[in-house]
């Protein structure tokens, strides 16, 4: 499931504008991520090896989840044509696992438009308990 929460839009940031998105990361994405990686490692791709190290399931890999916090990002507009990240900061508190819902909450909590930075906010979770929470700076435009 990959479902806009609230349709409202980031573009032309505004400290105090939020945007959710619910989604599910598959075994397919898993694939994919693994094929572009390399990185086979029992505990993303085998579910008896996950279980058996204390994990409910496959772990995703903390690199897909970040590729879905860019997605959001992107899809909310915060990076408009040719935005760049500046810095990125991320703390992961708990694993998330294949197949498990998860909702990603983004805020713009500051603007600043003498540097054309827009500072954004995120929180990850699932139902039970926090994935992830940290902050990315968006370079509103392109430096040279």
Known sequence: MNALVEPASLAAPRAGRCFSEQFTITAEDMEGFAAITGDRRPIHAAADFARQSGFSGRVVY????????????ARCGATETDGLWGELRVEFHHPLHVGEAALLRL??????????????SF?????????ASGSVDILMRAVA
């Open 62 to 73: 903390e690199g897909l989840v970040v590729a879905r916090l860019s997605r959001s990002i």
């Open 107 to 120: 805020s713009v909590d500051e603007v600043l438009p003498e540097s054309s930075v827009a500072c954004l």
């Open 123 to 131: 929180r990850l979770d699932t139902v039970q308990r926090p994935v």
